[in-house]
Each structure stands twice: as structure tokens, then as C-alpha cells.
T-cell receptor
Framework: QVQLVQSGPEVRKPGASVKVSCKTS????????VSWVRQAPGQGLEWLGW????????NYPQNFQARITMTTDTSTATAYMELRGLSSDDTAVYYC??????????????WGQGTLVSISA | DIQMTQSPSSLSASVGDRVTISCRAS??????LNWYQQTPGNAPKLLVS???SLQTGVPSRFSGRGSGTDFTLTISSLQPEDFATYYC?????????FGPGTRVDV
């Protein structure tokens, strides 16, 4: 069955960076894209961007473009999301989620369990 | 960017009630609208894709309809496990955007 297993919780200081991993199984990784979505405490869902596992092509919203990088490792079927220049506004649960094909404009049926990233001085 | 709005932001209902949640897009997104259910501490769960396609395993009491800019999610007879927050999401163009959510509680 399709599984996405994310790395554990992280605590960072303002200005630091964080890298979250998302190890997948149960499907051919290179056939799909992966999006990242975050949810601040008590808030809604925010799309952080998408990466093609086949080509490495990325699609980031403009407001994250300067400080986010998504990568994949096809040898381990793992996706990564790195966010730099952290502030308290970045405190959130970060989810990886798999598209149904290899384009970002899609619905997302498979989600990781979420990774809590806390930013505190 | 396409803005998504939902109404109501919250509602109180009882088991057995018929519940309808509305979602509106700031521009025509054709049928590229998806609905998710989220319970506290859990990842969102996809219920309906492309406005009206019920996902495998989702109870038939859930239904979605709409096109263009106006969409609805209906729960025909609310069950105890349906008390949750519901989000719409447009997949017409990037950046993908979500509605602010509708909380359904007792």
C-alpha cells in the first residue's frame, strides 16, 4: 500500500534552516510528483510547492521561492523539503503528499503523517 | 492567485442532519475542485476530487457538486465520525490554494 513516512519533530532558532524528509513506498516513486503543505497551529492548509520525482522540476509559490528547496532521491524513494530563514511564522506541521500523476495541478490522496517544526528563540 | 472562500466557517449540527458546505473560487476553475476532511491531529483525507468524484472507500452520504466558481459538499445524514473540519482546494492552477475550512461540530 502507498505510504509516506516523514521525519520527526524539529526545533530551530529564528534564522535557521530545517530539512524534512518524506520516505515513500508502495508505488513507483519516479512516476509521481510530491507536494508539501503546511498547517500552522489552529490554522488552515498552505501549499508550499511541488516537485516531480521523475525530472526534479519544481513549482514554488512566489512567497516561498527565495527560501524553499525541494529535492528527491530516487534511489531511496525519498522527498525532501528545506526551508531557510525561519521565523516564528514558520511554526507549523509540514506534510508531504503525493499527487495522482506528475503535475502539480492535482488532488492529493496520499499524505504523510506530518512533521511538527517549532521555531523558538 | 485564485482565492478560495468557504461558508459557513463553522456550523453546529446533530447526528442525522443534512449538512451543506459551500466553496467559492475567485475565478472560473471549471471542475478542478477537491474536498478534504481533517480531524484533530491527523492529516487531511481526500473525500471528493474534480468536484463530484467520490474517492474509493468514502461513504456515499458524501457528495460534491458544482463547476465554474461555485461548489458544494453535502453530507446527507451526519454521522458521529463526520464531526471534523472540511477544506476545499482548487487544482486548476498553481499556486494551489485551499479554502479557510468549515468546522462541523455538535
Amino acid at each position: 500500500q502507498v505510504q509516506l513516512v516523514q521525519s520527526g519533530p524539529e526545533v530551530r532558532k529564528p534564522g535557521a534552516s530545517v530539512k524534512v524528509s518524506c520516505k515513500t513506498s508502495g508505488f513507483r516513486f519516479s512516476n509521481f510528483g510530491v507536494s508539501w503543505v503546511r498547517q500552522a497551529p489552529g490554522q488552515g492548509l498552505e501549499w508550499l510547492g511541488w516537485i516531480s520525482a521523475k525530472t526534479g522540476t519544481t513549482n514554488y509559490p512566489q512567497n516561498f521561492q527565495a527560501r524553499i528547496t525541494m529535492t528527491t532521491d530516487t534511489s531511496t524513494a525519498t522527498a525532501y523539503m528545506e526551508l531557510r530563514g525561519l521565523s516564528s511564522d514558520d511554526t507549523a506541521v509540514y506534510y508531504c503528499t503525493r499527487a495522482s500523476y506528475d503535475l502539480p495541478m492535482d488532488f492529493y490522496a496520499y499524505w504523510g503523517q506530518g512533521t511538527l517544526v517549532s521555531i523558538s528563540a | 492567485d485564485i482565492q478560495m472562500t468557504q461558508s459557513p466557517s463553522s456550523l453546529s449540527a446533530s447526528v442525522g442532519d443534512r449538512v451543506t458546505i459551500s466553496c467559492r473560487a475567485s475565478q472560473n476553475i471549471r471542475g478542478h475542485l477537491n474536498w478534504y476532511q481533517q480531524t484533530p491531529g491527523n492529516a487531511p483525507k481526500l473525500l471528493v476530487s474534480d468536484a463530484s468524484s467520490l474517492q474509493t472507500g468514502v461513504p456515499s452520504r458524501f457528495s460534491g457538486r458544482g463547476s465554474g466558481t461555485d461548489f458544494t459538499l453535502t453530507i446527507s445524514s451526519l454521522q458521529p465520525e463526520d464531526f471534523a473540519t472540511y477544506y476545499c482546494q482548487q487544482s486548476y492552477s498553481t499556486p494551489l490554494t485551499f479554502g479557510p475550512g468549515t468546522r462541523v461540530d455538535v
